[in-house]
């Protein structure tokens, strides 16, 4: 079992509201991502970053935002939340060192906006 | 533009089988190549990666190959069981970011 949480499992909130989805990790892993699944869907990289005080947009145009002020702290925050933005958020995080390494994922936020 | 493509149609088997499943991709060239598992509702669990110069890679039942001629790779699972029964995907990665690309996945079910 990896060592990568994300709260809350579950939230069902509306529009226009603000919310932060947590993510944290116990591995001391540099790097960590956010993806967006839709049922049957590819994973979409929104976030990513390389670090404390590094953040990149992914290849999924997001509204959301990301910050890493810990190693093991990579939250995401959606200002005004959407019916659009109803999806399963993936939080995940590996290893530097190699170019790629296994990515460790948590278990996932589903969202639904009303 | 980039693809990766796995079957949508549920690959259905018999426990004991082998089962195989397919990732084809075009328009790139990925220096990486990763399998992962998801089971409904969770996140995806990683299985094998392997490089480009790498034609095959083992762990116990799993068998994957890896064709950058052909721009395919197979994934196999030897004595197939119940509990393999899963969402299977692959992941590409290139040079630059190395972020891997998620193809949508391939659901296999494997009955008693």
């Known amino acids: 079992e990896a060592d990568i949480y994300q709260t809350p499992r579950y939230l069902v909130i509306g529009t226009g509201k603000k919310i932060t989805l947590e993510c944290s990790q116990t591995m001391g892993h540099d790097k960590m991502y956010w993806y967006q699944q839709d049922p049957g869907m590819e994973l979409h990289l929104i976030h990513y970053s390389y670090g404390v005080n590094s953040t990149e947009k992914g290849d999924l145009s997001s509204e959301s935002t990301v910050s890493r002020i810990r190693t093991e702290h990579f939250p995401l925050t959606l200002e005004s939340a959407r019916p659009s933005h109803t999806s399963q958020y993936l939080c995940?995080?590996?290893?530097?060192?190699?170019?790629?390494?296994?990515?460790?994922f948590g278990p996932g936020t589903r969202l639904t906006v009303t | 533009s980039q693809k990766i493509e796995q079957n949508s149609e549920a690959l259905n088997i018999q426990e004991g089988k082998t089962a195989t499943l397919t990732c084809n991709y075009t328009?790139?060239?990925?220096?990486?190549l990763q399998w992962y598992r998801q089971d409904p509702g969770r996140g995806p669990v990683f299985l094998l990666l392997i490089r480009e110069n790498e034609k095959e890679k083992r762990k116990e039942r799993l068998k994957v190959t890896f064709d950058t001629t052909l721009k395919q790779s197979l994934f196999h699972i030897t004595a197939s069981q119940p509990a393999d029964s899963a969402t299977y995907l692959c992941a590409l990665a290139a040079g630059g970011s190395y972020i891997p690309t998620f193809g949508r996945g391939t659901s296999l079910i494997v009955h008693p």
């Open positions: 995940a995080s590996s290893e530097s060192g190699s170019p790629v390494n296994e990515q460790y």
């Open positions: 328009n790139y060239s990925p220096a990486y």
